[in-house]
Nanobody, 126 residues
């Protein structure tokens, strides 16, 4: 299983980004995918989760209203659009997946996911 996040970069506060996560080795029709981030000096935190069909989309309170998760199963890709970037969004962003599909059920934000890939760094400048 491989999950490759991309799309990060240096962005001014107030700007926007779209991150992509290309996934291989998983049947996208069955797996929920999470976006998680780790800021310098802080623990990793889940920020958004999308279920296999895309109808169930969950967000951490800290990003609700600014982050939008989506997916294109035909392209094996999950996206995270980020608007109105803030300094607190500076982090490495990952797109982990569970070993067993969970449908973004309770605990998605802090679950120990089985599959991780390289993250993508987002740096927000003031």
């Amino acid at each position: 299983v491989q999950l490759q996040a991309s799309g990060g970069g240096l962005v001014q506060a107030g700007g926007s980004l779209r991150l992509s996560c290309v996934i291989s080795g998983l049947n996208m029709d069955y797996y929920d995918i999470v976006w998680s981030r780790q800021a310098p000096g802080l623990e990793r935190e889940g920020v958004s989760c999308i279920n296999p069909g895309g109808a169930r989309r969950l967000y951490a309170d800290s990003v609700s209203g600014r982050f939008t998760i989506s997916r294109d199963n035909a392209k094996n890709t999950v996206y995270l659009s980020i608007d109105r970037l803030q300094g607190e969004d500076t982090a490495v962003y990952y797109c982990p997946a569970p070993k067993v599909p969970r449908n973004c059920n309770s605990g998605w934000m802090s679950r120990n996911y089985a599959y991780w890939g390289q993250g993508t760094l987002v740096t927000v400048s003031s």
